[in-house]
């Protein structure tokens, strides 16, 4: 199909259609199945799913994914759906799957990624056929992917005091000394000397920590700007206890040529105190050179200081938006198609996660005749999801998760995609910008809908000027995915991406003033907030620009009644890792996680990935370190906080045939869960029935099996493109009134409490959340 008049297309980047890591050669594999047993006859019977086929490559070796491709013949039968992949060593001892999840109906190929492993056998099981035909599961062919050169699971190591010594660098005609590479700023180098004669290889850099420490693998960082000089291809790590001795190489092989952060992983945990990462060879041959942007350590991770991830979760499409539902769901969708969005229009391919059984069913709606890509999103009062614009620009739809059904409402008045919303004290929703794939006319300016109508009313008083940043590509860029906070009275805080803040009337014709500025922050496009207490909220990350950028790794907090009624900004601790399309989650504690994004904004690219997600303390404003991602999380990537207290997050990509879309989610368990073993702990649970849906005021009466600390309120988030304007936190005091009894205070202000979908959690005196009960907070009118 055509695609949507207008509609911009986004430029991919070259190296985002490269494979990022190896298909492995498959001579000499061999590879055995189920089948069913012979009856008396003689014939072959058939059996029942599962079915699984067993891949022994009769070596070890570094696995990272399977590419699997469906038959080709016409028929659809025995296309696989639910699977699950597995690793041994053996053949005969398998441990829990590295990856599952459900795919696409449909004849494309299909690559199942996983954290790296090495192992010598791979199952691959198929738990069900994909449009239940049969009892049957079938393959083409079946590939696997070999070491991607990615940083493997651990933490990484805090660089403070560390120092860099290099067997040349640049210091003459530019600073590219050593130390860059450990400054935190992606932006800067170090470079071996290209002044003058530059040294031939090989070229080494040599960290010293300054104290011993145990490590486990190395992250290289490429250089961020146009040129790739000095990439290092192949090279060899080594470790030393006094910086003279250095043993034999604990790990060696060669990196891709190409912006993304590389990874090598000691073939052992090891106590050191120096590194030394030797470039012998540079990646494209171009010439006698070495750099490198950033390099870092890391070490095992502790799961009670730093978490755990699941196996990776593969999903039927690329999750560009999700929402949490109160049925204690996940909805998720992408586009017209589940790995692209161009080309297409008048419907969208969704998924449902059903949080309980971890099945994922597909649908593709088009009754509502609407794209949903790049949607504004909003959950309402009572948790039904309203999706606006995107591909088909003017169309609006709502999902009722009630009925598994999807209606379409009222049309908006303005055309627009990659807007901002959010739902209103009062129930109605706004949506202001969104003019990308449409025009430059800088025109987007606000509307409300009603739900009580389905009707929309533009917001003459407005417009969308005042919360434009200064992208150089005009307001196409400009007006995109503005940071949203409603409050009483129908008022709205604009305070970014741009760096001026706005205060928004929606009542009448509406209005628009200046409320200062976020401190010293400069634009932060792809940047986002969000609200860790009531009236307070931390904003972090972005850009100057949408793309061809370099991102920020400040972070700052808003006080939205800091002075005079004005917001007061003030910048807290920085991240470790700038990030432009960057998630972040609150958390029932008040923490916040935050997930994914590049140091260099470039849509559809993997490169300059920060894989080590953060948690930011509110009492001390730090950002801490957690357990790597095994896959990168920018460009249409989501996050959303789940009813059990722990993390999802997902997507990214969405370019058709390119190697960086990512059909898959992970889930990730917060540090509060978890023992030092990797043992959970004890939470503390609600005892007796809670009520389905309370009411602005109400005192609502709990019971918990242990004494609580505190008890927290979190809105149900809806995710896109980096902005969760839903999600929202409201500690709870509580009151006792029994041995194991407590009355709750709802905010009577739906100003404070937005009316909605809430997961209500209580907290042990050691800050370990419940699962949380899930009620609506409405009141009279809101519909």
Request: hydrophobic fraction near 35%; include cysteine.
């Amino acid at each position: 199909m055509p695609m949507p008049h207008g509609l911009r297309r986004e430029v991919v980047p070259i190296a985002a259609t490269e494979p990022a890591a190896p298909t492995l050669a498959r001579d000499g594999w061999s590879a055995t199945a189920t089948a069913g047993a012979t009856d008396a006859s003689g014939h072959r019977a058939r059996k029942p799913l599962p079915h699984s086929i067993t891949i022994d490559m009769h070596h070890t070796a570094v696995v990272s994914g399977v590419v699997y491709q469906p038959r080709q013949d016409g028929s659809p039968n025995g296309r696989i759906g639910e699977y699950t992949i597995s690793l041994s060593d053996d053949g005969m001892a398998w441990g829990k799957p590295v990856a599952t999840g459900t795919l696409a109906d449909d004849a494309t190929t299909k690559t199942l990624r996983f954290a790296s492993a090495r192992a010598r056998y791979v199952r691959l099981t198929a738990t069900s056929e994909a449009g239940d035909r049969g009892p049957w599961t079938s393959a083409a062919e079946i590939n696997l992917l070999g070491d991607p050169g990615a940083p493997v699971s651990g933490v990484d190591l805090p660089r403070d005091g560390w120092t860099a010594t290099a067997s040349s660098e640049e210091a003459q005609a530019k600073d590219d000394r050593a130390q860059k590479a450990l400054d935190g700023d992606s932006g800067t180098m170090w470079h071996t000397k290209w002044s003058g004669a530059a040294p031939p290889l090989p070229h080494s850099i040599t960290i010293d920590m300054h104290h011993t420490a145990v490590v486990s693998g190395l992250t290289y960082e490429p250089r961020l700007d146009d040129s790739a000089n000095g990439r290092i291809g192949q090279y060899s790590i080594t470790t030393s206890l006094d910086g003279a001795t250095f043993g034999q190489p604990v790990a060696t092989g060669a990196w891709k040529d190409d912006d993304t952060v590389k990874g090598a992983t000691f073939s052992q945990p090891v106590s050191t105190r120096y590194v030394r990462l030797t470039a012998t060879t540079e990646a494209g041959g171009r010439g006698p050179w070495s750099s490198a942007a950033e390099l870092r350590l890391s070490g095992p991770a502790n799961p009670a200081e730093h978490g755990r991830w699941s196996p990776v979760i593969g999903f039927p499409l690329v999750p560009a938006a999700t929402a949490v539902l109160p049925d204690n769901k996940l909805l998720a969708w992408s586009a017209y198609a589940p790995d692209r969005y161009t080309g297409g229009s008048g419907y969208t391919q969704t998924a449902i996660m059903d949080l309980t059984t971890g099945k994922v069913t597909q649908r593709r709606v088009d009754n509502t005749k609407h794209d949903m890509f790049c949607p504004g999103v909003v959950i309402l009062a009572d948790g039904r999801v309203l999706v606006t614009g995107g591909s088909n620009a003017e169309r609006a739809s709502i999902y009722d998760p009630a009925t598994d059904e999807w209606t379409s409402t009222s049309d908006m008045n303005i055309a627009r995609g990659y807007q901002a919303m959010t739902l209103l004290p009062n129930g109605d929703a706004f949506v202001i910008g969104g003019s990308w794939g449409r025009d430059n006319a800088a025109n987007k300016g606000g509307e409300v809908w009603s739900a009580a109508t389905g009707t929309w009313r533009t917001l003459p008083g407005v417009p969308v000027t005042p919360i434009l940043t200064a992208d150089p590509a005009g307001p196409f860029r400009a007006d995109n995915h503005a940071w949203l906070y409603a409050t009483s009275d129908g008022r709205v805080l604009q305070l970014g991406p741009s760096k001026q803040l706005n205060w928004i009337s929606t009542d009448g014709d509406g209005s628009i003033t200046p409320a200062g500025t976020r401190a010293d922050s400069v634009d932060a496009m792809n940047g986002n907030a969000v609200a860790y207490d009531v009236d307070k909220l931390l904003t972090l990350g972005g850009a100057s620009a949408y793309e061809n950028a370099i991102a920020t790794n400040r972070a700052y907090t808003v006080d939205v009644n800091g002075h005079g009624g004005n917001p007061v900004s003030a910048r807290t601790g920085d991240m470790a890792y700038a990030r432009s399309f960057v998630n972040s989650v609150v958390m029932p504690d008040g923490k916040v996680a935050v997930f994914g994004g590049q140091s260099y904004a470039k849509p559809f690219s993997d490169g300059h990935s920060a894989l080590a997600p953060e948690i930011w303390d509110p009492a001390t404003g730090d950002f801490t370190p957690m357990a790597t991602m095994a896959v990168p999380r920018n460009y249409h990537s989501v996050a959303n906080l789940l009813p059990d207290g722990r993390i999802f997050t997902g997507g990214g990509g969405l370019c058709g045939d390119c190697d960086t879309n990512h059909a898959d989610g992970a889930i990730f368990t917060p540090p509060y869960l978890l023992n030092p073993d990797g043992t959970e702990k004890p939470r503390p649970h609600f005892i007796g029935d809670m009520p389905a849906k309370v009411t602005h005021g109400q005192h609502l009466k709990v019971r918990t099996d242990v004494p609580p600390g505190t008890f927290a309120l979190v809105r149900a988030g809806a995710s896109t493109h980096s902005v969760d304007n839903d999600q929202r936190r409201i500690p709870l005091t509580p009151h006792k009134t029994g041995a194991d009894s407590y009355e709750l205070d709802i905010p009577a202000d739906p100003g404070v409490a937005l009316p909605g979908t809430y997961l209500l959690f209580a907290l042990d005196e050691q800050g370990v959340p419940s699962k949380a009960a899930i009620l609506v907070i409405d009141s009279a009118g809101t519909r």
